[in-house]
C-alpha cells in the first residue's frame, strides 16, 4: 500500500524520454523522500563488445564530492603500510588473522586494499572475496604501495566499476540528500572518467544510453549528447 502511494506521488514524465542533465537531476530530488538515504545511481550502456577483454571497461575515480556514508575498509598490510592504513582510517588491518577471519565468507567491510607484494595472500581468499566483487584489483586502485591515498580515496567516496552483462556500467555517485550542484558534478566526472576509458579496440557509437536513478526510484534517461 504504502508502495503504491510512493509511485503515485512519483513525477509524472515518460521515463523513455531523453532529458538534459539539469532536467534529470532535478526530476530525481523532486522524488517524494524515503525514510533513509537513498544512493544515487548511474547506469552507461557502452557500445562495446564485453566478450573481449581488450574492450572491457574498468576503473574507480574519487568523486569530488563525498558519497556521504561509511565505507568499511580493510587493509591486508603489515609493517609501515599498516601505520599507513590505521592513519588513513582504515576499519581492519592485518595479514594472516584476516585471512582466518574471513575464510568462511563473513564479511564486515566494503572494500579491500593492499600492496602488490601482499597480494600472494589475499589470493588465498580468492573464492570468497571474488564472487563478492571484493578482490583487490590494480585498475581499481586497490592494490597501490600508496596504502594511506587509497584508503582515504575509499573513505571520501570512490566509486568503482567494471563492465557487466550486455556492455553496461553501473556506479553509486551520490546519495539523495546531496544538493543538485553536487549531485550534477559527481555525475560529470564519473561520465568523463568513462569517456577517457574507452577502448581503442572500440567502434561505432560508445556511449549508447545514460540512466539516472535512486535505490527505490525509477530510471530517468539522459540524453547521451551532452557528453
Not at 544510453?209 to 551532452?226: A, N
Request: charge should be positive.
Amino acid at each position: 500500500m504504502k508502495e503504491t502511494k510512493y509511485k503515485k506521488e512519483l513525477p509524472q514524465i515518460d521515463l523513455e524520454k531523453s532529458l538534459s542533465v539539469d532536467e534529470a537531476v532535478e526530476m530525481l530530488t523532486n522524488q517524494p523522500k524515503r525514510k533513509f538515504v537513498e544512493s544515487v545511481d548511474v547506469a552507461v550502456s557502452l557500445g562495446i563488445d564485453p566478450k573481449k577483454s581488450d574492450q572491457n571497461v574498468r576503473g574507480s575515480l574519487t568523486l569530488p564530492h563525498s558519497l556521504g556514508k561509511d565505507v568499511k575498509v580493510v587493509a591486508f598490510v603489515d609493517g609501515d603500510k599498516a601505520t599507513e592504513a590505521k592513519s588513513a582510517g582504515a576499519d581492519f588491518i592485518g595479514t594472516d588473522d584476516l585471512l582466518e577471519k574471513y575464510k568462511d565468507g563473513n564479511i564486515d567491510f566494503d572494500v579491500a586494499v593492499t600492496t602488490p607484494s601482499m597480494m600472494k595472500v589475499v589470493s588465498k581468499l580468492a573464492k570468497v572475496l571474488g564472487p563478492k566483487g571484493l578482490m583487490p584489483n590494480p585498475k581499481s586502485g586497490t592494490v597501490t604501495e600508496n596504502i594511506e591515498k587509497a584508503v582515504k580515496d575509499v573513505k571520501h567516496g570512490q566509486v568503482r566499476f567494471k563492465t557487466e552483462k550486455e556492455g553496461i556500467v553501473q556506479g553509486t555517485i551520490a546519495n539523495s540528500s546531496m544538493d543538485k550542484a553536487k549531485l550534477t558534478e559527481n555525475l560529470h566526472s564519473f561520465m568523463a572518467e568513462i569517456k577517457r576509458l574507452k577502448p581503442a579496440s572500440s567502434k561505432g557509437i560508445y556511449i549508447k544510453d545514460i540512466y539516472l536513478s535512486t535505490t527505490m526510484g525509477p530510471g530517468y534517461r539522459i540524453d547521451v549528447s551532452q557528453f
